[in-house]
């Protein structure tokens, strides 16, 4: 069975004070790792999707790493807009669909 | 940009009644799901649609639960007989084989 899991499940962070997320997943057949952000009431908003191990995408100050077990969603000197969940998602082929499975979050609040 | 449309964005309904949750999914997408999220907690996967039917359903996705595409390009969701407990966010998904889920922003139930 595919599992994602994601920690912390909660991150307070200081305005400025750079750290990482992770997302670490069990499944087979994987066709790509997605980082979603999501507002409170709002749908996921996609962020990056990784395709194999190694691949590393950039956006503003987040930075997003992939290897064969794990992502890490990095955020450089984040802001207090940067508050909201994380979420980790990953796609694999089943039987001829696509199978998308998400991870709980992680929920992180960047205070001024 | 192409995008997910929901309607309705709220939806207020009695214990007991049918409710039917609409999508309007990316033109060109092949995979269509439904999430829910409970308020506070995590997305939860409901139902996999492909080649105009089901791929794969969780343990949420019971009797009272059905999907359909009528006309090949609204993709429904119908909740025969509410709960209380189904109140939540509804999000629609779709995806071709090469690109992220993308997400709606939701249809918010309120069971009463």
């Known amino acids: 069975e595919d599992q994602v899991t994601q920690s912390p499940e909660a991150l307070r962070l200081q305005e400025g004070e750079s750290s990482s997320l992770n997302c670490s997943y069990t499944?087979?057949?994987?066709?790509?790792l997605f980082w979603y952000r999501q507002d409170p009431g709002k749908g996921p908003e996609f962020l990056f999707t990784l395709y194999s191990a190694g691949e590393e995408k950039e956006k503003e100050r987040l930075k997003a790493t992939l290897t064969k077990k794990e992502s890490f969603l990095h955020i450089t000197a984040p802001k207090p807009e940067d508050s909201a969940t994380y979420l980790c998602a990953v796609q694999a082929h089943r039987g001829g669909y696509q199978k998308v499975t998400f991870g709980t979050g992680t929920k992180l609040q960047v205070i001024p | 940009e192409p995008e997910v449309t929901q309607t309705p964005s709220h939806q207020v309904t009695q214990m007991g009644q049918e409710v039917i949750l609409r999508c309007v999914p990316i033109s060109n997408h092949l995979y269509f799901y439904w999430y829910r999220q409970i308020l506070g907690q995590k997305v939860e996967f409901l139902v996999s649609?492909?080649?105009?039917?089901?791929?794969?359903k969780s343990e949420i996705f019971d009797d009272q639960f059905s999907v359909e595409r009528p006309d090949g390009s609204n993709f429904t969701l119908k909740i025969r007989s509410t709960k209380l407990e189904d109140s939540a966010m509804y999000f629609c998904?779709?995806?071709?084989?090469?690109?992220?889920?993308?997400f709606g922003q939701g249809t918010r139930l309120t069971v009463v």
């Open positions: 998904a779709s995806l071709t084989v090469n690109t992220e889920a993308f």
């Open positions: 649609f492909y080649n105009n039917e089901i791929s794969e």
């Open positions: 499944v087979s057949g994987l066709r790509g």
